[in-house]
T-cell receptor, first 115, second 111 residues
């Protein structure tokens, strides 16, 4: 158990809908990361937040947004969903900003299926 | 810029034989390199990490990796494969908050 908690574990929704994925980082970790893992594109970094502020941005679509709240939990919002958004979404956390040597701890992921 | 290349998408070994999963990297800065394992329907679990201390890094479950700067490699090895090692393995290069993942290597262990 990494200490990173993600909900829901599984989600099925229709195209055009909007969903919110939730992540609680390890106790004391200030950085939260979001990743998307799909069969055709592998594991892709989406976005990182550090202590409430956006820190780094990866291949995140404009239809997606994220935020980190004062209690350090994070939410990833996915809107206008398309079939291709079906994937496993991982949250991860690190104690610091993600510098050299910082181990990234992953949650179990949220499976999103868009039908 | 940094990148990670896992040279084999699939590796198949027999139980009890050695495992070698290959990873090459490129990095503008001194790399921080990690190996993670992902079992089916599970999150990624850290196996080991290199952060410029010892070049031979020992991890969990008998895995180890050697950092070779001259070859820009960080190959993962295990002397004797176990059935429970069957999983997908990711080599990761982290710098300044950005992590670059390899495409993964699926390890199959035959009885």
């Amino acid at each position: 158990d990494s200490g990173v908690t993600q909900t829901p574990k599984h989600l099925i929704t229709a195209t055009g809908q909007r969903v919110t994925l939730r992540c609680s980082p390890r106790s004391g970790d200030l950085s939260v990361y979001w990743y998307q893992q799909s069969l055709d594109q592998g594991l892709q970094f989406l976005i990182q937040y550090y202590n409430g502020e956006e820190r780094a941005k990866g291949n995140i679509l404009e239809r997606f947004s994220a935020q980190q709240f004062p209690d350090l939990h994070s939410e990833l919002n996915l809107s206008s969903l398309e079939l291709g958004d079906s994937a496993l979404y991982f949250c991860a956390s690190t104690p610091g900003q993600g510098g050299p040597g910082n181990t990234i701890y992953f949650g179990e992921g949220s499976w999103l299926t868009v039908v | 810029a940094q990148s990670v290349t896992q040279l084999d998408s699939h590796v198949s070994v027999s139980e009890g034989t050695p495992v070698l999963l290959r990873c090459n990297y490129s990095s503008s800065y001194s790399p921080s390199l990690f190996w993670y394992v992902q079992h089916p329907n599970k999150g990624l679990q850290l196996l080991l990490k290199y952060t410029s201390a010892a070049t031979l890094v020992k991890g969990i479950n008998g895995f180890e990796a050697e950092f070779k700067k001259s070859e820009t490699s960080f190959h993962l090895t295990k002397p004797s494969a176990h059935m429970s090692d069957a999983a997908e393995y990711f080599c990761v290069n982290t710098n300044a908050g950005k992590s670059t993942f390899g495409d993964g290597t699926t390890l199959t262990v035959k009885p």
